[in-house]
């Protein structure tokens, strides 16, 4: 936009002009304010008159070189083509523009100006005045909006429609109105109402039209027309000339009551806002508002007082869609209609939402001349629908995104397509321990730690974060845009992992218990050149799974190799099943002897008869097994397939006093049913239940000791043998120990090996040994491998053992043929350890 050259400095305005001066004269003359500019120092001059009506004080007025900012945006550009042009040539100028005063109000102004020259012709001086024109302005527009509103309105209206005056006589009928009343417009108008439809004055039109133009409310009735032979309904309303009166058909409904409930829609939308704006330009502020009904007052809080002459954006506010604020307004710039779901205000403040029909009005094949909007109060539905929302995306108990919402977050964090190269990061957060207070101190107090946890996590991450919950105890953060450069992205999800891990660290009152908790968080960076969403969760999931094998109360990125281990563990988990299916698997046994070097029972050990990769050793398998479940269907053939070979060996005299060890899991001692698995095997295969040995981890110690104190209890009293395994490198609590029903101490390998060479393993094995026999307890030695190993323990009380001295885990066939050459124990010598 041009500008009006600038002089070489700006200058303060000069004092206001005095009132003698000729400004002064001509503001009396006509009303309006009066500027100057002298040149060529272009000092600006103001009268106070014109400082008054731009609501400035003197001392506000503008520099020359800001002269253009009292125009309204839109009046700018004519402004200073015709400055510009007074300043070069002396045009005068006469422009009807808006002005923007000091208050921010809009007012319609006629700006004059001419140039002033010397005696040599130079142009010396500018004089200009504004007069406001804005009363006339809106003068000119309340009187056209008078004359078009009711014909705008008849216009728009789809129903049969009429209006009457003040008499009850028709003046304008709708061609609706004439296809009802089967009359046309000539026959119809200058006729009253009540004689048209009931052929009287004593009806109820008569009545009800009379009631209503002495006590100014509407009515709506119905009324049976003898002409059309057709009930009517009648919604009559005052109007500044007369009545308007709306005609419906109801007949039909009065028929059914299918048409019934259709009447009763009808009548619920005479509760809805009818609004009449001008078809004005759409950018600035807007359409002006010439009409609004009843409905509009009762249900906005604004009267029409306040909001004709204004824009629809009274309305609008924080919330109101800005999206669909633009849809509408490139529908009405096709001039097409259009709906659409708003959210508006109260003159209150309070948000309501609107359905909003919006049609283009053709006056008369004129052009477009106004729009019309049918709105009617939805927010009942919406809040229904929010809530049906609220139920279907987010926890119930936390209030944070479920599982469904945050999958649909990844997948937009995915599909960017604005910043390519643009970094994420996927938290996979855990809570520690968590059902070990929910067993003990219920899971109402769970819950509310649930909703603790979430608070705490909402408030270490930013309002554009995702945390979500998942299930159970498990969160999730999701932190988008850390920025393009991988290892900063990397330090900023390590920040706020930190934070996270230090804020549920903190104390928690839990209703009036203090709660110590920490968690074990995983977490896998985002980029584009991610596969799927599943993966992003896989990746995180490992990771928390790594800090959790940790030591947990740590934090672990992902990285391929954990992915790599995952993939090989589940496909050992399928072969693995798959291997249970085939009877795939296979017991050695390994010869345990007691005193005298006679052989008095065996260890089962598993093995697996891989079809590709052969006989497999347990260390490749059995932690697989116990992490996938599977060591419970594994265990159980272990002990029914022992059982058997127990019941084979019974019913020979040489091998009926052997007994067989087998090593038991924690978590297949810890499933409900493993006591009566027990039993059911030793009865299915018809044993003596004290030649079967159970050999229990120390682990088994770390936790719930009465039920493993009662467990065992149980197999004692049925007469199996019990051992502990590898004692001394588990978690042995003596303070437990004696109130175990054990039968038998193992001394673990470990302490074997080196119990010649390393004092600290002597030392050891002597105290197992000391123990065992102070708590009247048997005592066996594994992994012994020379004869200086078995003397030193023989010395020291241990006449049991196991090993390669003796002999290596056989298949059943070799383990036979090794026994025929290993003599039965004497009559009277010990049969077991």
Not at 322 to 329: A, P, S, T
Not at 489 to 494: I, Q
Not at 564 to 583: C, F, I, K, P
Request: net charge negative; glycine share 6%.
């Amino acid at each position: 936009m041009p500008v009006p050259p600038l002089p070489p400095q700006n200058l303060p305005p000069a004092p206001p002009l005095q009132p003698s001066s000729p400004f002064a004269v001509l503001e009396r003359a006509t009303g309006a304010g009066a500027w100057m500019l002298a040149l060529p120092s272009h000092q600006m001059t103001w009268t106070a008159h014109l400082a008054a009506m731009l609501e400035i004080t003197p001392e506000q007025a503008p520099t020359w070189a800001h002269a253009l900012d009292v125009y309204a945006p839109e009046s700018r550009a004519r402004m200073a083509e015709a400055l510009e042009r007074c300043l070069a040539d002396g045009t005068a100028f006469d422009q009807e523009v808006q002005v923007l005063t000091g208050r921010g109000q809009r007012l319609w102004m006629r700006s004059l100006g001419e140039a002033l020259r010397d005696a040599s012709g130079t142009i010396v001086q500018l004089s200009g005045v504004l007069k406001d024109l804005t009363a006339q302005k809106r003068a000119e527009q309340e009187t056209q909006s008078l004359t078009m509103r009711l014909a705008t309105t008849l216009a728009s209206i789809t129903d049969a429609f009429a209006t009457l005056d003040r008499e009850g006589r028709l003046t304008y009928v709708n061609s609706e109105s004439e296809r009802l009343l089967r009359a046309p417009g000539k026959a119809l108008l200058g006729r009253k109402l009540w004689d048209v439809l009931e052929g009287n004055a004593t009806g109820r039109v008569h009545r009800e039209i009379v009631d209503m133009l002495g006590g100014g409310a509407g009515r709506e009735f119905e009324v049976f027309c003898a002409v059309a032979e057709r009930w009517l309904e009648l919604r009559a309303y005052l109007f500044e000339d007369g009545v308007a009166i709306y005609l419906r058909d109801v007949s039909d409904r009065r028929q059914s009551q299918e048409q019934l409930l259709l009447l009763q829609t009808s009548i619920s939308r005479l509760n809805d806002i009818v609004l009449i704006t001008e078809a004005g330009p759409l950018h600035d502020s807007g359409p002006r508002i010439v009409f609004v009904n009843d409905a509009f007052e009762r249900q906005t809080g604004y009267s029409p007082a306040e909001v004709l002459g204004k824009t629809p954006r009274i309305l609008q506010g924080q919330r109101t869609q800005r999206v669909e604020l633009d849809r509408i307004r490139q529908a009405l710039q096709r001039s097409q209609p259009v709906r659409a779901e708003l959210i508006n205000y109260k003159k209150n403040g309070e948000q309501f939402w609107l359905e909003l029909d919006i049609v283009p009005v053709d006056y008369f094949s004129r052009g477009l001349t106004h729009w019309v909007a049918v709105a009617r109060d939805i927010t009942q539905r919406k809040a229904a629908e929010e809530e049906i929302e609220h139920l279907a995306f987010y926890d119930t108990l936390t209030q944070l995104p479920n599982r469904q919402l945050l999958m649909e977050s990844l997948r937009t964090a995915l599909t960017h397509t604005e910043n390519p190269d643009k970094t994420g990061a996927l938290m996979f957060i855990d809570l520690d321990n968590f059902k070990m207070l929910n067993d003990t101190r219920g899971h109402a107090t769970g819950d509310l730690l649930l909703q603790k946890v979430a608070a705490r996590l909402n408030s270490c991450v930013r309002l554009r974060d995702t945390v979500a919950r998942l299930g159970g105890d498990e969160f999730v953060v999701l932190l988008e845009d850390l920025g393009d450069d991988l290892p900063l992205a990397r330090r900023k999800a390590d920040v706020v992992a930190k934070k996270i891990l230090a804020t549920l660290c903190e104390p928690c009152d839990l209703s009036g218990h203090d709660y110590d908790g920490t968690c074990s968080i995983g977490i896998t960076l985002i980029t584009q050149h991610e596969k799927s969403v599943g993966d992003l969760l896989k990746q995180a999931d490992l990771a928390m799974y790594q800090a959790k094998a940790a030591g947990r109360n740590t934090i672990c990125f992902f990285d391929p190799g954990m992915q790599a281990v995952a993939t090989a563990n589940a496909a050992l988990t399928y072969e693995l099943r798959q291997g249970l299916r085939s009877e795939e698997f296979v017991l050695h046994y390994q010869p345990q002897v007691g005193p005298k070097g006679f052989m008095v029972g065996v260890e089962a050990l598993v093995r697996w008869q891989h079809p590709q990769h052969g006989l497999v050793f347990p260390d490749s398998f059995i932690p697989q097994a116990e992490e996938s479940g599977l060591i419970l269907p594994l265990g159980k053939w272990v002990l029914e397939t022992a059982c058997a070979q127990l019941a084979r060996w019974a019913a020979c005299p040489e091998t009926d006093s052997f007994s067989i060890a087998v090593n038991v899991s924690v978590r297949q001692f810890r499933h409900p049913e493993f006591v009566e698995q027990v039993m059911k095997a030793i009865a299915n295969a018809g044993i003596s239940a004290h030649r079967l040995k159970l050999e229990l981890t120390e682990s088994l110690l770390a936790n719930d000791m009465d039920v493993t104190i009662a467990k065992m209890g149980i197999l004692k009293d049925a007469g199996v043998t019990l051992s502990i395994d590898d004692f001394g490198i588990g978690y042995s609590a003596l303070s437990y120990l004696k109130h175990l029903p054990l039968d038998q101490l193992k001394i673990d390998r470990a302490f074997v090996k080196d119990v010649l060479t390393d004092p600290n393993d002597a030392a050891i094995a002597r105290t197992i040994i000391g123990l065992a026999q102070s708590l009247g307890l048997g005592v066996m030695a594994e992994g012994v491998e020379t004869e200086a190993q078995r003397d030193f323990l023989a010395r020291h009380g241990c006449h049991c053992f196991q090993g390669y001295l003796f002999c290596k885990p056989l298949p059943i066939e070799e383990l036979e043929v090794f026994m025929q050459g290993m003599a039965k124990p004497p009559e009277g010598a010990p049969a077991s350890c």
